[in-house]
Nanobody
Framework: QVQLVESGGGLVQAGGSLRLSCTASGSIRSINDMGWYRQAPGKQRELVAA???????NYADSVKGRFTISRDNTKNTVYLQMNSLKPEDTAVYYCNYRHKVSMILYDYWGQGTQVTVSS
């Protein structure tokens, strides 16, 4: 099992910044992917950004150039720096950890942290 603890959400005005953090603990594998998803009211959960243990990143088009994902493998922690926030970024943000064991993919989720951007 892998446990994820998130922090850093909150209320910010449009144009502002927030930094989310997520620390994984438990049965961590050296090769894994971590990322952030978000879900706004009435919408499906969507990928925001992801990063492999080799630091390869992937971003949703809507956040490219504004958000930066990074990780510290020594702390099993992933960060999401969010700049130039827009009201449409308002959502619950979920941390995700993913790894393979014997060719089976396992996904773990954090409890979610609310990000609210006021106009």
């Amino acid at each position: 099992q892998v446990q994820l603890v998130e922090s850093g959400g909150g209320l910010v005005q449009a144009g502002g910044s927030l930094r989310l953090s997520c620390t994984a603990s438990g049965s961590i594998r050296s090769i894994n992917d971590m990322g952030w998803y978000r879900q706004a009211p009435g919408k499906q959960r969507e990928l925001v950004a992801a990063i492999t243990s080799g630091d390869k990143t992937n971003y949703a088009d809507s956040v490219k150039g504004r958000f930066t994902i990074s990780r510290d493998n020594t702390k099993n922690t992933v960060y999401l720096q969010m700049n130039s926030l827009k009201p449409e970024d308002t959502a619950v943000y979920y941390c995700n950890y993913r790894h393979k064991v014997s060719m089976i993919l396992y996904d773990y989720w954090g409890q979610g942290t609310q990000v609210t951007v006021s106009s």
